[in-house]
């Protein structure tokens, strides 16, 4: 299951940020954490995934480093800031009010919508 659009506006930064709190990651990393971790539900191209990095980095929230990997290959990493945590700190208790609420407006049962 894919979720719409404007629902990715909210959930995608807030879940790109929750992995970045564990540690750095490059682009494609993140896409591909972000499709397994979450079956499929918030899987986005790297279209969709850029220009949200971008955006993140501009408000401040990740930075990012250009580094060689083990591979040889120079990828950019990206990693939260202080601003970041708690943007995401925030996020957390904004995503737990809604789901909670649509728990109790029976929406969401068993903590499965």
Known sequence: MKIERELMRGAGPTAVLQ???A????????VETLAQRSDGVLAMGQSTLYPMLYNLEAKGLIEAQWRTADSGRDRKYYRLTGSGKK???????????LTQTLTTLGVVKGGVA
Do not use: N
């Open 23 to 30: 540690h750095e990651m490059y682009g494609y990393q993140l």
């Open 19 to 21: 992995l970045l709190s």
């Open 87 to 97: 943007k995401l700190a925030a996020d957390r208790k904004a995503w737990t009010a």
